[in-house]
């Protein structure tokens, strides 16, 4: 076993812009998140576009008080911050390379006579991204090789919430994700022993020599956010199932599998004035359970996020 620490921060900005309709049917919301780890980071930045009832407020969302429905368009783009391949532990979603992604949902607000609100989310998003890659396969950096690559990935989601809609009444979020990426990724630096120089001293420089290699991931995932009606934490534990193909093939189903579970308990510092905003604390236990990679075959450790979010128990 590898005792391993991955941090990961992730910070999501959600700020309602003025209406430009007058029934609020419309709003413009700027879109930002930041996620960072222990040698990983990138952006994330947008605008929503939200098509909505308004009426009573459920859950941040305002809907008539028989219920109702919302639209939300949220076209981003993806880049990078870092430029580090050899992460332990990579964050969910993380890309080395920029992407620009498309999000959908459509969300369905029920009420019933009884006071039993019940939402449901359908969520889908598509990803595109385009790099080029430098290479030197003799380890001479005159004979630099280019080669250009599209990566795609893509996702649906279901987002459920539960509540008798009192104050003080537990509150629960059952969450599907199953998510598909082509990923094009660098190869790793080594060091290129060169030529001695006129004093005889060797040296070396790193320089990629391997080509950009691509393996498709296939991976659903599971989240169930509980809410006990008082205090300021909430609870959500995931399972998350990567399936992992072959290096150049579109097939995920013949290589690697790697079960990952988390434990998360968060923390609302603005609970009666904010519950939106969250500070969460996992432990992870990641195995590998068919194949071998670099990694371990059981690798464990620790999860940090803080989130601004726009739902209360929002994991996906």
Request: contains cysteine; hydrophobic residues 35%; positive net charge.
């Amino acid at each position: 076993m590898k005792q391993t620490l991955l941090c990961s921060i992730l910070i999501l900005l959600v700020t309602t812009a003025q209406t430009f309709a007058q029934n609020a049917n419309f709003k413009i919301a700027p879109f930002a998140t930041v996620n960072t780890s222990i040698k990983e980071a990138q952006l994330e930045v947008g605008p929503e576009f939200i098509f909505k009832q308004d009426s009573v407020d459920i859950g941040g969302s305002k809907v008539s008080k028989d219920g109702g429905n919302s639209f939300l368009i949220r076209p981003t783009f993806r880049i990078p911050l870092t430029n580090k391949n050899d992460n332990v532990v990579q964050i969910d979603r993380f890309t080395s390379t920029w992407r620009s992604i498309l999000a959908l949902q459509y969300t369905i607000y029920n009420i019933s006579d009884g006071g039993l609100i019940n939402t449901h989310s359908f969520g889908g998003q598509f990803e595109y991204g385009f790099a080029e890659f430098k290479y030197y396969p003799t380890g001479n950096k005159s004979e630099e090789n280019i080669n250009a690559e599209n990566s795609f990935g893509g996702e649906i989601k279901y987002i459920g919430f539960f509540t008798q809609g009192k104050f003080g009444t537990k509150q629960f979020s059952p969450q599907i994700r199953i998510r598909y990426s082509y990923d094009w990724r660098a190869g790793k630096e080594v060091g290129v022993v060169n030529l001695p120089n006129s004093n005889g001293v060797i040296t070396t420089t790193n320089m990629i020599v391997d080509q950009p290699s691509v393996q498709p991931t296939f991976s659903p995932a599971f989240a169930f956010q509980f809410y006990p009606g008082k205090g300021d934490f909430s609870y959500a534990p995931a399972v998350y199932y990567d399936i992992i193909g072959s290096k150049g093939q579109t097939n995920p189903f013949n290589s690697l599998n790697r079960l990952r579970l988390e434990f998360w308990t968060f923390y609302y510092p603005l609970i009666k004035g904010n519950a939106n905003v969250k500070i969460g604390l996992s432990p992870f236990l990641s195995i590998m359970t068919k194949g071998m990679d670099d990694f371990n075959k059981i690798e464990y450790g620790g999860m940090v996020t803080i989130r601004f979010n726009s739902t209360l128990l929002n994991f996906f």
